[in-house]
């Protein structure tokens, strides 16, 4: 397993498995996306362009260190994230997370400070053949292809094992560990995005498309951070 930056055997708090993840990347407008973060942060950059993702996957097996995995928690989610830098550390920031379960929601706001929405949405994976809808907001058709040999910015965009949170006073971090992302091409993406607008960014026109294989996930406690001064 891939763990973070810091001692693997680091207690974990929470874990599940997340599958049917479709990373859709796109360069957007850098003065936005500084003007959305935290003071603490700063944007990461790949070849000097500022980058989000739109990201829907199906979240399973949600179990704490006592628990077996909690029954009748299943969940799909969106989030709209983009890439950045504490003290030098690279993460993601989520500028939000939708699921359509209120008790996925509650835990995330209430103990991880992370800033999920409740909001309608609906996927399905059926023979190579995804698709993934959540009204007034971001839907999506695809057909899954064949393995793709991750290159520089695949890496980039997807080997993430450190996000960032603000609960409006401080800034929090979570480590994550996970096996490395096995990634597939896409072909005959067809999308609407009327996600993105509603954070003050043009909607994805060019996006980059990967499937990703599920992983099992584990999430370390989260731990808040020093404010830079």
Known sequence: MRPSNDNQSTRWVIAQRWSHVQFLSFRSDLEVIKNRLPAELEVDLFDGSAWLSIVPFYMSRIRFPVTPALPLVSLWELNLRTYVTYRGRPGVFF?????????????ATRFFHLPYRVRKMKGDVDEGRYTFAA????????????????????????????????DGASLYRGDVAHEPWQLRQVTGLRWEDRLSPQFGFDPAIDLRARYAEPLDVHFKPFVKLPKIK
Do not use: V
């Not at 500028?95 to 835990?107: E, V």
């Open 135 to 166: 009204p007034n907001s971001f839907s999506m058709e695809s057909e899954i292809g064949p393995a793709a040999e991750s290159d520089t910015l695949d890496l980039w965009l997807t080997e993430r094992y450190h996000l960032y949170t603000t």
């Open 95 to 107: 500028l939000t997370l939708d699921t359509d379960s209120r008790l996925g929601q509650w835990i």
